[in-house]
């Protein structure tokens, strides 16, 4: 499905709710023009598309005791080896989220924990558990995360 396949209103409605997923229907249909009804069965048709995929809180992180982010790239220590890394690695809590990238590596992984010494033992598990090697980049600060791009 193309951009183009989605038009204006539907726009208008998944930035809404990109910025506030529990924005209601009588709100989302002032915000566009239409009718409550009319809006539910728009959000509706956009879930069976698919193009709103869930719901979500975001987090703060640091009150959670999560204050260090990281991004970390793993890539096989050897390529001959089955490309399972997402499995071996989904057990693992602190890991946020696993990207398949193109490049020198093979996955990015974007993960939280509480300290310094907590990343170091995380990446020893990442590495015995996928047989990886990795590449660390830990974040000082985060301008914006999470924009809609509708």
């Known amino acids: 499905m193309?951009?183009?396949?989605?038009?204006?209103?539907?726009r208008k409605i998944?930035?809404?709710?990109?910025?506030?997923?529990?924005?209601?229907?009588?709100d989302l249909g002032k915000a566009t023009g239409l009718s409550t009804s009319a809006?539910?069965?728009r959000v509706k048709r956009l879930e069976t598309r698919g193009l709103i995929k869930g719901?979500?809180?975001?987090?703060?992180h640091d009150q959670l005791g999560l204050p260090?982010?990281?991004?970390?790239?793993?890539?096989?220590?050897?390529?001959?080896?089955?490309?399972?890394?997402p499995e071996r690695l989904q057990c693992i809590?602190?890991?946020?989220?696993?990207?398949?990238?193109a490049g020198?590596?093979?996955?990015?992984?974007?993960?939280?924990?509480?300290?310094?010494?907590?990343?170091e033992d995380l990446l020893a598990r990442i590495r015995a558990a996928a047989n990886v090697a990795t590449r660390t980049t830990i974040v000082l600060s985060t301008?914006?995360?999470?924009?809609?791009?509708?």
């Open 104 to 119: 020198e590596e093979s996955y990015i992984l974007k993960i939280r924990v509480p300290t310094p010494a907590h990343l």
């Open 55 to 60: 719901y979500g809180a975001t987090i703060d």
């Open 93 to 101: 809590s602190e890991i946020e989220s696993c990207w398949s990238v």
């Open 39 to 41: 809006v539910h069965q």
């Open 143 to 150: 301008p914006y995360e999470g924009r809609s791009v509708v």
């Open 14 to 26: 998944l930035e809404l709710l990109a910025g506030d997923g529990r924005m209601s229907f009588t």
């Open 68 to 85: 260090l982010t990281a991004f970390i790239s793993i890539r096989p220590i050897d390529p001959s080896q089955p490309d399972d890394s």
């Open 2 to 10: 193309s951009t183009s396949d989605v038009e204006a209103t539907d």
